[in-house]
């Protein structure tokens, strides 16, 4: 197994060379096993190891037992403690994905602030069986059947190619000593079920079971770079990026013969759960969206508009000052008194500074606001008529500020201003507010 592990380094990890690695190990078998074959070759490596307080004094004694095996090797360790069912709870996670969620920010932690580059972890072929298992058992597409990763940024798992037998062998031949984790013979978790259960009628089945798994595997990674190619050049037809937001052409998508799965491939990763919804939004009515923890996709007209989930301002109002020239929050905007007014775009505005009142209000719009559109010779409208002539998404409607003088509306920002604070002949002071 030695050579097999050193040769797969050179060809699959060859910029290893020379780096600083950490090895996490949690005093198993897997992960004693890569220390041990580590050591044999000349990398500079240091071990990390997480002691998740879940198991009483059995936790405190892996965590010795990693202690001693390092200090014996004259090995450099980190080791660090959580209160992993409390984070579970504050955070309402499973214990499982609150250990994962644990280990791997301390690992990226110390990766910065000890300036090493990778973290190596034992995962071996038989983990990858029983995730892909898990997965399929909880419905998944392409992406969940490709298995584990063998690098994940600056995650690395070298031993994915080798069985659990293989791992054990070499333990039993090198006279390995490692601790035996008591959780893992209760059926409680799934995967351990799927590993005591169904894994060994699997391999009595067809006793070349992992050799054929690994082979399907291999074909599905091959299709799946296959889809995320074509997801790319299908994403630059119909997609369009307009800052935060991204806009998809329902025309041009409804045009691909299989469009929902293209939508899966686009938003999977953007926390996603209610994929009926998001495609029932393709031929739905304009305005319905679909929300996800921090995202939400929209329908306005003939177009779907992914965008994040915007926070409620915990101030909705904000003061403009006489003396203030330049403010920079919420938005941008400059004011300045000017001699002469030059209007080529809505995005600056001309008003009589003596109608003027300050401190001027900068808020959000509400229901039932009114004003005066400049043009329209005294005639009042709705701000919400306003936002359907101009054809505003939802979206735009929500990030639209209201420019206020006395309770009374200026300037609708950007898109029109008000005729009461209009120049005329006898307009002694003109100031100009400006969009940046």
Not at 103 to 122: C, I, K, P
Not at 190 to 214: M, Y
Not at 341 to 364: G, M, Y
Request: glycine share 4%; with cysteine; proline share 3%.
């Amino acid at each position: 197994m030695f050579s097999k592990f050193q040769n797969h380094l050179v060809s699959g990890f060859p910029f290893l060379v020379e780096k600083k690695l950490f090895l996490a190990v949690s005093g198993g078998l897997d992960s004693m096993v890569l220390l041990h074959l580590l050591q044999q070759l000349p990398y500079e490596i240091a071990v990390l190891h997480c002691n998740f307080q879940l198991r009483g004094i059995e936790s405190f004694d892996d965590q010795s037992f990693v202690q001693q095996y390092c200090d014996e090797n004259n090995i450099k360790v980190f080791i660090t403690q959580f209160d992993t069912e409390a984070f579970a709870k504050d955070y309402k996670l499973s214990t499982q994905v609150a250990a994962r969620e644990l280990r791997y920010s301390w690992f990226y932690e110390l990766l910065e602030t000890h300036n090493f580059d990778y973290v190596l972890t034992a995962h071996h072929a038989d983990d990858n069986l029983e995730t892909f298992l898990i997965n399929l058992t909880r419905g998944t597409g392409l992406d969940g059947l490709t298995g584990i990763p063998e690098q994940n940024d600056k995650i690395i798992r070298p031993l994915l190619p080798f069985s659990r037998d293989e791992i054990l062998q070499y333990a039993s031949e090198n006279n390995i000593e490692w601790r035996e984790d008591s959780s893992n013979a209760s059926n409680k978790y799934l995967r351990n079920k799927i590993r005591h259960d169904l894994v060994p009628i699997l391999k009595e089945i067809s006793p070349n079971f992992l050799n054929a798994f690994q082979k399907t595997q291999s074909f599905l990674q091959e299709a799946q770079e296959m889809v995320e190619d074509a997801s790319i050049m299908i994403y630059q037809q119909v997609a369009k990026e307009e800052g935060e937001d991204i806009h998809f052409d329902l025309n041009q998508l409804k045009k691909l013969p299989n469009y929902k799965s293209y939508l899966y491939q686009w938003l999977n990763e953007f926390g996603f759960l209610a994929w009926n919804d998001i495609y029932d939004l393709v031929d739905g009515q304009s305005g319905k969206q679909v929300f996800a923890e921090e995202f939400r996709l929209l329908k306005n007209r003939e177009v779907l508009i992914l965008s994040p989930v915007l926070e409620a301002d915990e101030k909705e109002e904000y003061q403009i000052n006489a003396n203030d020239s330049d403010v920079n929050f919420p938005l941008k905007l400059k004011l300045c008194q000017v001699d002469d007014i030059t209007i080529d775009s809505n995005k600056a505005i001309f008003v009589d500074a003596e109608k003027i009142r300050f401190p001027l209000i900068l808020r959000k719009w509400n229901e039932g606001d009114v004003f005066y559109p400049f043009g329209m010779q005294g005639k009042s409208k709705k701000i919400s008529k306003l936002f359907k002539d101009e054809k505003l998404s939802l979206l735009d409607k929500e990030k639209t500020w209201i420019l206020c003088s006395d309770d009374q509306i200026v300037w609708v920002v950007g898109i029109r201003q008000d005729e009461r604070f209009k120049i005329e002949k006898t307009t002694n002071r003109i100031l100009k507010i400006e969009l940046q």
